[in-house]
């Protein structure tokens, strides 16, 4: 069984996020997409909250297993059996980054591998920093973000 690690922050989870792990989904066997939880930085969502969302967003993923972590994310993918770790690119500014993770991870286990998996264009430039500050100044986000996303965030204090 092979067994891949998605590992991310998903402050919120994005329709860019999901078009690469349904991507992923089809690839391999079992796929976690794990929410990192650091400690030190106070989230827009609370871990709980983005799993939440993250869980309802995909109920026809039945290969998707959604979990947290802190720590390294190569430790992680360890502990778990992981074969691969997959890294999303939405453009090409976002490889030189990706690519030294990659490297890192590499050199503290080359057991793990990294596969690189690009969104759809209309996909690009959906970050979920640019989401957040879209909704501060009441903007739409409806386009960028699932549907039970967009519900929470709408109708919640996080408004």
Known sequence: MKIAIYPGSFDPVTKGHLDILKNAAGIFDKVIIAVAHNGEKKGFLTVDERIKLIKDSIP????????????L???????????????????????EY?????????ALCDKVKTVFLTTKPKYNFISS????????????????????VYNYLTNSEKK
């Open 98 to 106: 990706e690519m030294q993770l990659s490297q890192t991870n590499s």
């Open 60 to 71: 026809d993923l039945k290969n998707v297993v959604v979990d947290s972590f802190e720590g």
């Open 129 to 148: 920093s640019t989401i957040k500050e879209i909704l501060a100044n009441g903007g739409d986000i409806s386009k960028f973000v699932p549907e039970p």
């Open 73 to 95: 994310t190569i430790e992680y993918a360890q502990k778990h059996g992981a074969d691969v770790l997959i890294r999303g690119l939405r453009a090409v500014s976002d490889f």
